[in-house]
């Protein structure tokens, strides 16, 4: 009976290692990335790029860093903002085409020098193309940023590009 009980258990902790297996174990994007501002109701566009790096400690819950660099002119005049965010992501890894995302984030921006408290929550839909490589074919965020203790922006943000997830699968 023990070495029956010691089999069992046995096949139980191989099932569960082979089943841990059945997700990326880390995923990194790297993209275009647009960023609207608005500030007093006045709008700015700017273009850059985003990118993004997530650890996976299970098949639903990811722990990200993101970082991103937008630039804007206008009327000559050249802005820069870094942001650099880092949460929890949430996956629907139940298909093998498409993977939808949930992240909430929290951290900084830098507006030409100028520190904020940033946030962003959104999420988005990477099309699974081998079990290494994804498109995410768009990150939809609203993303606040907050400067002083009055002067806040919202923002939205809109990112696409390419998924690597090295380990797992």
Same mark, same amino acid.
């Given at each position: ?8 258990? @046995? /096949?139980?902790?191989?099932?569960? *290692?082979? *089943?841990?297996? !059945?997700?990326?174990?880390a995923e990194v994007f790297g993209g275009y990335?647009?960023?609207?501002? *608005?500030?007093?109701? $006045?709008?700015? *566009? %700017? ?10 400690? &299970? ?6 860093? !993101?970082?991103? $660099? ?16 880092? #949460? ?15 992240? =909430? @984030? ?12 940033? @946030? ?8 699974? $193309?081998?079990?290494? /490589? ?6 939809? !965020? ?5 400067? #002083? ?5 919202? &923002?939205?943000?809109? %990112?696409?590009?390419?998924? =690597? ?5």
């Amino acid at each position: 009976m023990r070495k029956l009980a010691c089999l069992c258990g @046995l /096949v139980l902790a191989l099932a569960v *290692s082979a *089943s841990a297996q !059945d997700y990326p174990k880390a995923e990194v994007f790297g993209g275009y990335s647009y960023l609207h501002t *608005s500030i007093a109701g $006045v709008g700015f *566009s %700017s273009n850059g790029a985003s990118g993004s790096i997530s650890v996976n400690p &299970n098949n639903w819950l990811g722990l990200v860093g !993101d970082f991103g $660099v937008y630039h804007n002119t206008t009327a000559g005049v050249g802005t820069n903002t870094v942001s650099y965010l880092f #949460g929890p992501k949430l996956a629907y890894r139940h298909s093998d085409k498409l993977t939808p995302y949930f992240h =909430f @984030l929290l951290g900084g921006a830098h507006v030409s020098g100028s520190g904020a408290f940033a @946030l962003a929550f959104g999420g988005g839909f990477d099309a699974n $193309v081998t079990p290494h /490589v994804a498109i995410r074919l768009i990150q939809a !965020d609203y993303m606040l940023t907050k400067f #002083g203790t009055n002067t806040h922006q919202n &923002n939205a943000r809109i %990112s696409a590009g390419i998924v =690597f997830r090295p380990g797992g699968r």
